[in-house]
């Protein structure tokens, strides 16, 4: 009886682990599937085109281009390789300004052939426009429509997904603030983090331990929107405050507060491994004439880097990992920083704060899905870094 119920619950362990194992393998399949489906999507709107004149030989325009030809930051053609002619954007709603009710019928349903005839006598026009309102046959030049590139998302400083004629998918400023961010989080937790970590584990007498290390263990269970509720009504003031500027939501807030997230990880780890340090070591150290810091600084410290950088290496999963406290204190700014003191926006708080909005099945949602992916990525070369650094100590 008891080997058929031994056999019974290595079956069940086993299935859970089967099942487990490939549900997680199904959501990395249909996270990467959704991403790869960007670079089938157009450039240009679907369901829209660029017509031209008909002597305009300009065929190609990346993204890049198109925004900034209907943002009139580029207004003559010859600035994207043709003619020497003054550039004019044409929109749908622009319409009213150059036909009346009359011109357009009652429902509009002159509305084609009047776009078609302004665009032809207009040489330096391009018209914005549903392609169901111009016929196959109308004699207009359009702008070929290609698939997304990949150095348009992977190089593209520019993240406008909702931007019309021509999203814009640039993910750098979105990884550069993610890893930004992150970096200063690590940079504040670590010194501060080491220092508790070396007092609970050497300087403080068991009472203290006992009281100190149950409080700090709790701040891994507070919700990551209280500390950006703290971190907006308390760190953006004073930061804003300090270096007088216009704006408090700064990467620097968002690293605070990932700092004070990181915190409790930092230290937990960083204190069991120096608490594992032989109390032979601490001895033989103490009964050469060391004294007791000598013997934290080059006895228990060495023994302990694997354990102290484990800690740390997780620390920085869950500053890259954060999205609520992030995305409430750093401003959501989609450009590459180039101090602490701007604002930014990271790759988990763009994802919670426009896939709700972002179309199934879209550019945009596609794009989001494709922000998975990389993060995906930097959190398998974090964990696979923590692998590596418990191998090795435990090879010692």
């Known amino acids: ?46 369901g829209y085109v660029l017509a031209l004149n008909p002597q305009n030989n300009v065929n190609e325009l990346n993204a890049d281009q198109i925004k900034n030809i209907f943002d009139e930051e580029i207004t003559n053609w010859k600035q994207v390789g043709g003619n020497n002619t003054p550039i004019v954007v044409f929109r749908l709603e622009d319409i009213d300004r150059y036909f009346n009710e009359k011109d357009l019928g009652n429902e509009y349903q002159y509305a084609g052939k009047k776009i078609e005839e302004l665009v032809k006598k207009t040489p330096g026009m391009i018209a914005f426009v549903p392609s169901s309102l111009l016929s196959p046959n109308s004699g207009l030049h359009f702008i070929e429509d290609n698939s997304i590139p990949f150095k348009e998302v992977f190089a593209g400083t ?12 640039g993910i750098l400023p979105l990884v550069a ?59 953006v003031p004073f930061i804003q405050k300090v ?48 004294s007791h810091w000598q013997t934290i600084y080059r006895v228990v410290i060495p023994h302990s880097t694997s354990g102290i950088t484990s800690g740390i290496v997780l620390g920085i999963g869950r500053a890259v990992g954060e999205t609520m406290a992030v995305l409430m204190v ?18 988990p708080a763009t994802i919670a704060a426009e896939l709700g909005e972002a179309p199934a099945g879209g550019a945009h949602y596609e794009a989001l899905f494709l922000l998975g992916v990389i993060l995906f990525f930097i959190t398998m070369a974090i964990n696979m870094s923590v692998e590596h650094i418990s191998s090795k100590n435990k090879s010692r």
């Open 1 to 46: 009886m008891k080997k058929v119920f031994t056999k019974i619950i290595e079956g069940i362990f086993t299935c859970s682990g089967f099942i487990t194992s490939t549900v997680i393998l199904l959501i990395t399949v249909f996270l990467f599937s959704e991403a790869s489906g960007l670079f089938r999507q157009k450039v240009i709107e679907e």
């Open 158 to 169: 520019e993240w406008y997904p909702t931007a019309t004629p021509a999203p814009l998918f």
């Open 177 to 235: 603030g993610t890893l930004w961010v992150s970096f200063f989080a690590i940079l504040l937790a670590l010194p501060f983090g080491l220092c508790v970590s070396v007092y609970l584990s050497e300087v403080a007498g068991n009472k203290v331990r006992e009281t100190l290390k149950p409080i700090i263990e709790l701040l891994n269970g507070i919700p990551s929107v209280v500390f950006g509720f703290f971190g907006l009504i308390v760190v």
């Open 243 to 290: 270096f007088n500027l216009p704006v408090g939501e700064t990467g620097l807030s968002g690293s605070i507060i990932l700092a004070l997230m990181a915190l409790p990880t930092i230290i937990t780890v960083s204190e069991d491994a120096m608490r594992s340090c032989p109390r032979s070591m601490r001895e033989a150290s103490l009964a050469l004439g060391a």
């Open 330 to 347: 750093t401003g959501n700014a989609a450009v590459i920083p180039t101090t602490i003191l701007e604002p930014l926006r990271t790759i």
